[in-house]
């Protein structure tokens, strides 16, 4: 299952049932789980943690320094969940001593071709990034998240749960959970109505959390009296956790 031609570092770390490409590189300090597949001319840089049955396909750059002036070979690391796609040409960095000194790819991730995923960026699971989405260092994106083709993110901005950025969106600041952005500089559209339906939100819950999104965006209310607001609904309406959540936690302000 590895090709005769792959190159793997004594100090590499690989399960049995690992497969392996021709002319593929994996250096020291990596370890790869059950299961997952590396194609052809895949260069894998440690230290970086692998799980199980990922598929990382041709040219892919992963887990090689972080594009960080600052960084001064600094042991940091990447660490990979299970069951993420990634596809052709994109890139994975470490992370940075600046932040928590890893990157962090969750579980079941569909990174599609040219995706860059910058040093200290923080990716929940089930998300999809499109082609050439680039995300900036120290991103959070949250589960379920969707990014459009060619869409930006500023370094230390936030995505929440379940948020849809359309394409060439050029985000600078927070996109609160639920909601959708388009634009340069991206602008709320609106809740992501469709994939909340997709993933089992019922008719009351996308009503409660369209109703929230707009004492946000609609009313024309101050932010900390919308909080104040959505706060008092939680207990009653608990599918507002997230929205609420990233409200509270932002640092960069929101996208308005």
């Not at 940091?76 to 960095?93: A, P, Q, W, Y």
């Not at 600046?98 to 991730?109: C, K, P, S, V, W």
């Not at 995923?117 to 989405?133: E, K």
């Amino acid at each position: 299952m590895i090709h005769s031609s792959a190159i793997i570092s004594a100090g590499a770390k690989l399960a049995q049932n690992v497969a392996v490409g021709p002319f593929t590189i994996i250096g020291d300090g990596v370890e790869i789980d059950s299961g997952t597949r590396i194609e052809s001319h895949v260069v894998i840089k440690g230290p970086t943690i692998i799980g199980k049955d990922n598929h990382i396909y041709q040219f892919a750059s992963i887990g090689d320094d972080p594009q960080d002036k600052k960084y001064a070979d600094e042991p940091t690391k990447l660490i990979i969940g299970d069951r993420n796609t990634i596809r052709e040409f994109c890139t994975v960095s470490r992370g940075t001593v600046q932040d928590a000194g890893e990157t962090i790819l969750r579980d079941d991730n569909w990174i599609m071709a040219y995706v860059h995923i910058a040093h200290d960026c923080h990716i929940g699971s089930n998300t999809i990034m499109a082609n050439n989405a680039t995300l900036g260092g120290h991103v959070h994106i949250g589960d379920w998240a969707i990014l459009g083709g060619f869409s930006g993110i500023h370094q230390f901005c936030r995505i929440g749960a379940h948020a849809f950025l359309g394409m060439f969106s050029g985000v600078n600041r927070d996109v609160p959970a639920f909601t959708t952005v388009s634009g340069q500089p991206a602008k709320p559209r609106g809740i992501n109505s469709e994939g909340l339906k997709r993933r089992g939100f019922n008719v009351d819950q996308i009503r409660n959390i369209k109703d929230a999104y707009r004492l946000v965006y609609r009313k024309g209310m101050k932010l900390a009296d919308a909080i104040a607001e959505i706060t008092e609904r939680l207990l009653q309406q608990p599918e507002l956790e997230a929205f609420l959540e990233s409200l509270r936690s932002s640092e960069r302000g929101i996208v308005r």
